[in-house]
């Protein structure tokens, strides 16, 4: 079982809709949890982070936590073309390492 | 506030050489993490630097090493470079000691091929 486990779509909204994007991991003990976008041939960027159970919104994110399920999900709102890119979750496990998932790619088309 | 800075962008090597890759963090920031991050592997922890002590470290091979500057600059080495070392490496660096609670903002990578 992989440590954090994304779904790698890709994954297709029409442009306006909501999109929806889930991660795993295996770590009970983890305690924060990013989520970074990364368009193609450039670096992480972090959009999201979350540290304890519920929703929490920025702008049109959000990201949502249940760790007694051991999952977190990030919704994105009104998606627009520019948000096209690959969508990594990851998770600071108890070891104190930063683990990603291998990243959903979204395509939101106009 | 400056961003990530890395250097160099881009370096190709043949097989048994070595590289270093140089990584400045965001002005104040003291925490720096390498990653190494290749299309099968996905992005790879390789180790974390705070106040030049390393805090953790991920499964790769010894070739791999870094050191942390007092200026909190930091450096990773790879030697007897192999093919599979072919990979784009990010710094990230944090605003907080190593724990729980830092959020990591990458530079825009360092992409070393070898041939």
């Known amino acids: 079982q992989k440590e954090v486990e994304q779904n790698s779509g890709p994954l297709s909204v029409p442009e306006g809709a909501i999109a929806s994007l889930n991660c795993t991991y295996s770590?009970?003990?983890?305690?924060?949890f990013f989520w970074y976008r990364q368009y193609s041939g450039k670096s992480p960027e972090l959009i999201m982070f979350?540290?304890?159970?519920g929703d929490k919104e920025d702008g049109r994110f959000t990201a949502q936590l249940n760790k007694a399920s051991q999952y977190v999900s990030l919704l994105i709102r009104d998606s627009q073309p520019s948000d096209s890119a690959t969508y990594l979750c990851?998770?600071?496990?108890?070891?104190?390492?930063?683990?990603f998932g291998q990243g959903t790619t979204l395509q939101v088309k106009p | 506030k400056a961003g990530v800075t890395q250097t160099p962008r881009y370096l190709i090597k043949t097989r048994g050489q070595q590289v270093t890759l140089s990584c400045s963090p965001i002005?104040?920031?003291?925490?720096v993490s390498w990653y190494q991050q290749t299309p099968g592997q996905g992005l790879q922890f390789l180790f974390e630097?705070?106040?030049?002590?390393?805090?953790n470290k991920g499964n790769f091979p010894g070739r791999f090493s870094g050191r942390q500057f007092s200026n909190s600059r930091s450096e990773m080495n790879v030697s007897t470079l192999e093919l599979g070392d072919s990979a784009l490496y990010l710094c990230?660096?944090?605003?907080?000691?190593?724990?729980?609670?830092?959020?990591?903002?990458f530079g825009p990578g360092t992409r070393l091929t070898v041939l």
């Open positions: 990230a660096s944090s605003g907080r000691a190593s724990g729980p609670y830092n959020e990591q903002f």
């Open positions: 770590d009970r003990g983890s305690q924060s």
């Open positions: 979350i540290y304890s159970n």
């Open positions: 990851a998770v600071k496990s108890n070891t104190g390492k930063l683990i």
């Open positions: 002005s104040g920031h003291r925490s």
């Open positions: 630097y705070f106040s030049e002590t390393q805090r």
